[in-house]
């Protein structure tokens, strides 16, 4: 497992906004499909958004959708996730992912890199 170098986060009040942003590794040659999860204190983790390369196929969670955007720079191997209106319930740690083989992307063991993680906050 690679580990991507995950930069944003912080804390922002309700209604803001926020951008996180990934870089893969230089080691891998392709990501076939990125990704961000998060997980809240006592919660399971949570895939918010998955994005496949060249094929545009995007899913958002139901929680993200109208709200988040996911961009990716294939040829830099970079990619971010913008971050609006946010609210209080997505507090959490939040994941980039990346996978260098063609997978589903629905779960988290679809993904082999991974970022340490950065802590968003929303207060109310």
């Known amino acids: 497992q690679v580990r991507l170098v995950e930069s944003g986060g912080g804390l922002v009040q309700a209604g803001g906004s926020l951008r996180l942003s990934c870089a893969g590794s230089?080691?891998?040659?392709?990501?076939?499909?990125v990704a961000w999860f998060r997980q809240a204190p006592g919660k399971d983790r949570e895939l918010i958004v998955s994005?496949?390369?060249?094929?545009?196929?995007?899913y958002y969670a139901n929680s993200a959708k109208g709200r988040f955007t996911i961009f990716r720079d294939d040829a830099k191997k970079m990619w971010s996730l913008q971050m609006n209106n946010l609210k209080p319930e997505d507090t959490a740690v939040y994941y980039c992912?990346?996978?260098?083989?063609?997978?589903?992307?629905?779960?988290?063991?679809?993904?082999?890199?991974w970022g340490q993680g950065t802590q968003v906050t929303v207060s109310s």
């Open positions: 230089t080691r891998t040659d392709t990501y076939y499909r």
């Open positions: 994005s496949r390369k060249s094929i545009p196929e995007t």
């Open positions: 992912a990346a996978a260098s083989r063609i997978v589903p992307g629905r779960k988290a063991e679809d993904y082999n890199d």
